[in-house]
C-alpha cells in the first residue's frame, strides 16, 4: 500500500503560480511512476502530468507544457506540480497518482490516488 497526501492548494488570481506536494509513504516511493490528474465540478478527470520512477522523463497535458513542471524528489517520498501562469479554466481539485505500471497519462493505470487538493483561480 502507497498512502498519498496533497498539499499546496488554494485561491490565486489568474497569471499567478502555485506549486502542489505530494506526500508518499508506505512502499518504496521510488518504485512508482507518479502522476497528476485534475478534476473540474461538471467534468471527468484529466490527466495533467506523469514522471518516471527516476525523474529523468515526464510528460504533460496538453497545452500545459510550459506553464506547469512536475517533478520528485526520491529522498523526501515527494512529487510536485509547479503552477505558473494559471488561468481560471486551471480551477479544479487535483489528484497525485501512483503507478507500479510506469508512466502513463491514463487513470485506469493508476493503483493508488490521494485525496486531492483544490486549487481556485480568480479571474
Known amino acids: 500500500q502507497v498512502q498519498l497526501v496533497e498539499s499546496g492548494g488554494g485561491l490565486v488570481q489568474a497569471g499567478g503560480s502555485l506549486r502542489l506536494s505530494c506526500a508518499a509513504s508506505g512502499r518504496t516511493f521510488s518504485n512508482y511512476a507518479m502522476g497528476w490528474f485534475r478534476q473540474a465540478p461538471g467534468k471527468e478527470r484529466e490527466f495533467v502530468a506523469h514522471?518516471?520512477?527516476?525523474?529523468?522523463?515526464?510528460y504533460y497535458g496538453d497545452s500545459l507544457k510550459g506553464r506547469f513542471t512536475i517533478s520528485r524528489d526520491n529522498a523526501k517520498n515527494t512529487v510536485y506540480l509547479q503552477m505558473n501562469s494559471l488561468k481560471p479554466e486551471d480551477t479544479a481539485v487535483y489528484y497525485c497518482?501512483?503507478?507500479?505500471?510506469?508512466?502513463?497519462?491514463?487513470?485506469?493505470?493508476?493503483?493508488?490516488w490521494g485525496q486531492g487538493t483544490q486549487v481556485t483561480v480568480s479571474s
Open positions: 514522471i518516471s520512477w527516476s525523474g529523468r522523463n515526464t
Open positions: 497518482a501512483a503507478s507500479t505500471y510506469g508512466s502513463s497519462w491514463q487513470i485506469g493505470d493508476y493503483d493508488y
